[in-house]
DNA sequence: TCTGGGGTCCTAGGACCC
DNA sequence: TCTGGGGTCCTAGGACCC
């Protein structure tokens, strides 16, 4: 019988922390920008359990979590570090199960045969204690027969926990759960879905009213197949990526557009860096602006033909800005928040020399 | 309380083609 | 002269996730 094991590591930048600082283990410790250290737009990016005790949640910012929480000890985020640790769980998962798909930073699914739900339960377990004795992290897991459950049960196992959910039982598992649990319905779904009289999972079970069936289209039918516990249709697993952005958020909103175009000069450099380290060229192009009142605007151009080197990638976003800041300017005349540029439609680097601009000059190419 | 920096997927309209 | 149906690509925005 196939089964899904889906791994999720408790306060994943947290814990990859206290690896460094055991003495920190049982305090309340956060990963963020110190709001004690000065003004910041920063947001909490993951809190410790004792931390949440006090109400502290990631994405708040972090002069509310200090309020609320003012023993944390605060600690710079290290993405690096994350990286690496998230490799380190995959590399240990992959020595034990032939398919390890990665669906997060933090989180990873493997496929597992085993005659019953016990015997899938016990290699949770032995999976967990595995990954806190090796790599001292630690782990929930959801043991089930699709992705979407096994997620769903892995929440449900926090932290530290193993939670099995039989074939025969996923409908009464899930009916008195809140819409909310299901990956992918988010605050809004959730809102909408409660107008029309649709609170847990259960109801859902039931079936949606004709005009809720027209409003939800594809995700309503995938909705009320999960909620009955029928079979779900995985998502492809590993792709390569299909976008990347680097984006900067100003510490006060500015309206000189020269300031914003320094800054995409930048954010171009750093993202054709990264693209030309896992040698992707890229044929789409696109600035987004974060307004002050928090709306956001984009633009977007295809290129004729795949490119790489930030010459044509910050030309091309500079060129983008410019409208799109001309037609704010006809009208709202907002400030600018935040500014991002983004890349897709992703082909390989060739092998072939490329253009002009993967040179920073003339004379050998540096570094 | 005042909201980061990454990402993914979906929808919808218009252009364009057969 | 005014017209169908289907498909793909592109753009913009939105919801959601970690």
């Known amino acids: 019988m196939r089964w899904v094991l889906y791994i999720d590591i408790d306060a994943f930048y947290v814990s990859c922390e206290l690896r460094d600082r055991p003495d920190l283990v049982g305090r309340a410790v956060i990963v963020g920008p110190d709001p004690s250290k000065g003004p910041t737009r920063g947001v909490v990016l993951s809190a410790s359990y004792e931390a949440r005790a006090f109400g502290?949640?990631?994405?708040?910012?972090?002069?509310?979590?200090?309020?609320?929480?003012?023993?944390?000890?605060?600690?710079?985020?290290?993405?690096?570090?994350?990286?690496?640790?998230?490799?380190?769980?995959?590399?240990?998962?992959?020595?034990?199960?032939?398919?390890?798909?990665?669906?997060?930073?933090?989180?990873?699914?493997?496929?597992?045969?085993?005659?019953?739900?016990?015997?899938?339960?016990?290699?949770?377990?032995?999976?967990?204690?595995?990954?806190?004795?090796?790599?001292?992290?630690?782990?929930?897991?959801?043991?089930?027969?699709?992705?979407?459950?096994?997620?769903?049960?892995?929440?449900?196992?926090?932290?530290?926990?193993?939670?099995?959910?039989?074939?025969?039982?996923?409908?009464?598992?899930?009916?008195?759960?809140?819409?909310?649990?299901?990956?992918?319905?988010?605050?809004?779904?959730?809102?909408?879905?409660?107008?029309?009289?649709?609170?847990?999972?259960?109801?859902?079970?039931?079936?949606?009213?004709?005009?809720?069936?027209?409003?939800?289209?594809?995700?309503?039918?995938?909705?009320?197949?999960?909620?009955?516990?029928?079979?779900?249709?995985?998502?492809?697993?590993?792709?390569?990526?299909?976008?990347?952005?680097?984006?900067?958020?100003?510490?006060?909103?500015?309206?000189?557009?020269?300031e914003v175009e320094v800054a995409i000069d930048r954010l171009a450099r750093e993202l054709a860096e990264s693209l030309a380290k896992e040698r992707l060229r890229y044929q789409t192009v696109a600035v987004g602006v974060r307004w002050e009142d928090f709306s956001r605007t984009t633009r977007a151009r295809t290129l004729t033909g795949a490119a790489e080197g930030s010459e044509r990638l910050s030309a091309t976003a500079r060129r983008l800005f410019e409208e799109l800041w001309s037609a704010e300017a006809a009208g709202r005349q907002r400030k600018v928040r935040t500014v991002s540029v983004h890349t897709e439609r992703f082909r390989p680097a060739t092998d072939r020399q490329r253009t002009l601009d993967s040179f920073d000059g003339p004379g050998p190419p540096v570094k």
Not at 91 to 101: H, I, K, S, T, Y
Not at 125 to 139: C, F, G, K, T
Not at 196 to 213: E, N, S
Request: aromatic share 4%.
């Open 56 to 258: 502290v949640r990631s994405a708040m910012p972090v002069g509310e979590a200090g309020r609320r929480c003012p023993e944390a000890v605060w600690i710079a985020a290290d993405f690096p570090k994350y990286g690496r640790a998230a490799e380190e769980v995959r590399a240990r998962l992959a020595l034990r199960f032939d398919e390890v798909v990665p669906l997060s930073i933090d989180e990873a699914a493997v496929r597992l045969e085993a005659p019953d739900a016990d015997a899938a339960g016990t290699v949770a377990l032995e999976v967990q204690s595995d990954l806190r004795e090796s790599l001292r992290l630690p782990a929930s897991i959801g043991v089930a027969t699709s992705r979407a459950v096994g997620k769903i049960a892995s929440d449900r196992a926090k932290p530290g926990g193993v939670v099995v959910v039989r074939p025969e039982s996923v409908a009464a598992f899930l009916a008195p759960l809140p819409t909310r649990s299901i990956p992918g319905v988010g605050p809004k779904t959730e809102a909408r879905l409660a107008s029309f009289g649709i609170v847990t999972i259960g109801d859902l079970a039931k079936g949606l009213p004709l005009a809720a069936r027209r409003e939800f289209g594809d995700s309503g039918r995938y909705f009320i197949r999960l909620a009955r516990g029928e079979e779900l249709v995985e998502g492809p697993d590993v792709l390569g990526p299909r976008s990347r952005s680097s984006d900067r958020t100003f510490e006060t909103d500015v309206s000189d557009p020269r």
